[in-house]
């Protein structure tokens, strides 16, 4: 069972996420302007020579800047956390994000490439596009990690850091249809992480927004 904190943004809590046994740890580049930071590089050199995992999120769709992240960084893992739909509910046009994707693989084929996969929360009647968008983008993606859809989104186009729980049975459905681990996030804590995973049955579960 795979084991992931976001958002580790500093040496010291890297280094408690790595005394505690955490498997993954993730960290995120706010924003195209700032992605070079002598700081967060610590981070993720300080799972060098151990089991733990670094991710990296990207909050910016340039791809210059992306690549000279990767290469400046040297993560793990890539993760991709774009919306994927519109405020309704309806699927975007995903061509641009699977060719990015293609892209980093062929770039740096030492990378893996994590991809949030948008499930809405429990409450939700009418359709929604989980396991169409799950199913376009798993030829070029390594892991699957849920996380909540809301109409509005804390960060303009994108999906996370919301706090709010997921639908489990949508989820356990994508864990059902895919051909590759899915880590279980949205709106874990230790109250319902329990009940969650088995319920779901996923690859690992992710925490940031009820954790920190």
């Known amino acids: 069972m ?3 904190i976001y958002e580790i943004q500093d040496p010291h809590e890297a280094e408690i996420c790595i005394e505690a046994g955490v498997d993954h740890i993730g960290s995120v580049l706010i924003s195209r302007e700032t992605w070079r930071d002598p700081v967060l590089r610590e981070v993720f050199r300080m799972t060098d020579g151990t089991a733990v995992r670094n991710c990296l ?17 040297r993560p793990d893992f890539v993760h991709f956390c774009d919306a994927l739909t519109n405020r309704r509910g309806i699927r ?13 693989r062929e770039k740096f084929p030492g990378v893996g490439i ?6 809405p929360e429990s409450v939700r009647t009418a359709p929604f596009p989980t396991l169409e968008i799950a199913h376009a983008f798993e030829p070029v993606t390594d892991i699957f990690l849920t996380d909540t859809w809301l109409e509005q989104a804390p960060v303009e186009g994108y999906i996370g850091i919301t706090g709010r ?12 249809h895919s051909a590759i681990p899915v880590i279980l996030a949205g709106g874990l804590s230790p109250d319902n992480v329990y009940q969650a995973l088995l ?11 009820r954790t920190n």
């Open 2 to 4: 795979i084991v992931q």
């Open 57 to 73: 999120i990207p909050l910016f769709d340039d791809a210059d800047t992306l690549y000279m992240a990767l290469d400046y960084y």
């Open 92 to 104: 975007s046009d995903m061509h641009t994000f699977i060719e990015t994707q293609a892209e980093v």
């Open 114 to 119: 994590m991809r949030s996969i948008p499930v």
């Open 165 to 176: 729980t997921i639908d489990w049975d949508m989820a356990a459905r994508l864990v059902s």
């Open 199 to 209: 319920k779901t049955g996923p690859a690992g579960a992710d925490s940031c927004t």
